[in-house]
């Protein structure tokens, strides 16, 4: 399978014989998305105040111009974690090619927002005290992703908002409910019961 940020799946089948390497396309996934070739997406890396590694995907709005400061939306579920080590690691690439699903955050960078997609916003300790620390930890995780995009001068940290689904949702409302970092939010099916 090969695939990059640009182009979608091919599936091939690669022959040695005689020291020659020959390559037949077997299936090329059709591209009904090829506009989100078009954007320009990176993995970015960033820290919280207490020094947990944070990452996410930002992908830039379609026609970015560099220089001018966009909407963004950050898209999270906080996840949960015993230590910070664990919690640190990238788990995206810059390098595949993105197919939508049903509502995706990503539509709103076709529509002039940047996008921050899983924002790591973790919730790290024992399982029987993290949610004693729960909201500094997500206010903490939040203030580190917005701050990210706003240093590197593409988003205006006045004008962000918060996406999120299930816990991600309860996430959003704490978010919205005790601390100024986003002017709105959509909290999709919450699960408000912790």
Not at 34 to 53: H, N, Q, S
Not at 149 to 177: C, E, Q, R
Request: hydrophobic residues 35%; without cysteine.
């Amino acid at each position: 399978s090969l695939e990059t940020a640009a182009s979608s799946p091919r599936y091939m089948m690669n022959t040695i014989k005689d020291g020659k390497l020959t390559s037949e396309l077997l299936y090329a996934d059709p591209n009904p998305f090829e506009v989100f070739g078009k954007l320009k997406k990176e993995v970015i890396r960033y820290k919280r105040k207490d020094g947990v590694d944070l990452s996410g995907t930002l992908y830039y709005p379609l026609n970015y111009e560099e220089g001018k400061r966009y909407p963004l939306i950050v898209d999270a579920y906080p996840l949960e974690y015993t230590d910070a080590s664990t919690a640190g690691q990238v788990r995206n690439s810059a390098n595949t090619f993105e197919t939508p699903y049903r509502a995706s955050t990503m539509y709103m960078a076709l529509r002039g927002y940047a996008v921050l997609m899983e924002a790591q916003i973790p919730i790290i300790g024992h399982p029987e005290t993290k949610n004693d620390t729960f909201l500094q930890q997500l206010k903490d995780g939040a203030e580190a992703a917005v701050k990210a995009v706003s240093d590197k001068g593409v988003a205006d940290p006045k004008k962000a908002g918060v996406i999120g689904h299930s816990y991600g949702a309860f996430m959003v409302a704490n978010l919205l409910t005790h601390t100024d970092l986003f002017v709105t939010g959509v909290a999709r099916s919450g699960a408000y019961n912790r």
